[in-house]
């Protein structure tokens, strides 16, 4: 089964403040690929990152980084220095060896981030 | 260039009606997957199409359809529509299903449907 788990529903910080979105994942897939997407309140998907199962360095882009941990099945999003227009809904996602050239995604809930000037 | 593009953006019906929702993928793209995106929740993949023909399909029942055009559009179609089904339906284009280097997937702006 696949599944992903974003337990945090809402989050605000103050602008210039640092937040880390959580993300768990669950899957019996030796390999697979998380991604993170941002929603902004037009709604479409913006494609931020994809990790596959095979790489757990962390990666850094701008202000952006994430953690990948396959101990602890976790993907979390950190944006350092926060701003007003990153306010929107953060899903994390989830998909298969098999399921990935369906463009078959398992989202999580998502976590809407609230930047407040 | 133009992002993938999806009609109407916004459509009220009744219950118990039929509803067709388009899609138009990125020039170049041959494969469309359809979401369902509940108010709160995330999206949940309803088909995906490839070169015309349905290469996988979620957990929606049997008035829950799609096809895909020539030209690689897709429409989706619901039948005898439930207060249940309101939501933003997402398309997704992407290059191809036998491509795995490029499996990035593009969303468009979805179409929210409300069912009253």
């Known amino acids: 089964a696949q599944k992903v788990t974003q337990a945090q529903t809402e989050i605000s910080v103050v602008e210039k403040e640092d937040v880390t979105l959580d993300c768990v994942y669950e899957?019996?897939?030796?390999?697979?690929?998380l991604f993170w997407y941002k929603q902004p309140p037009s709604g479409e998907l913006v494609f931020l990152i994809r990790r596959n199962s095979f790489d757990e360095q962390n990666e850094i882009s701008g202000r952006y980084s994430w953690n990948f941990q396959k101990s602890t099945s976790s993907f979390n999003f950190t944006i350092t220095a926060s701003q007003v227009v990153d306010s929107a809904v953060y899903f994390c996602a989830l998909s298969s060896e098999q399921f990935l050239r369906f463009n078959k995604f398992y989202f999580g809930s998502g976590t809407k981030l609230n930047v407040k000037p | 260039d133009a992002g993938v593009t999806q009609s109407p953006t916004h459509l009220i019906k009744t219950r118990g009606q039929h509803v067709t929702l388009r899609c138009s993928p990125i020039s170049g793209h041959k494969s469309v997957s359809w979401y369902q995106q509940v108010l709160g929740q995330g999206p949940q993949f309803i088909f995906q199409?490839?070169?015309?023909?349905?290469?996988g399909r979620g957990n929606f029942p049997d008035r829950f359809s799609a096809r895909q055009f020539p030209n690689y559009s897709s429409e989706l179609n619901v039948n005898a529509l439930l207060l249940g089904d309101s939501a933003l339906y997402l398309c997704?284009?992407?290059?191809?299903?036998?491509?795995?280097?490029?499996?990035?997937?593009?969303f468009g702006q979805g179409t929210r449907l409300t069912v009253v």
């Open positions: 199409y490839y070169e015309k023909e349905e290469r």
């Open positions: 899957t019996r897939d030796t390999t697979y690929y």
């Open positions: 997704a284009s992407s290059l191809g299903v036998d491509d795995r280097k490029n499996t990035e997937a593009f």
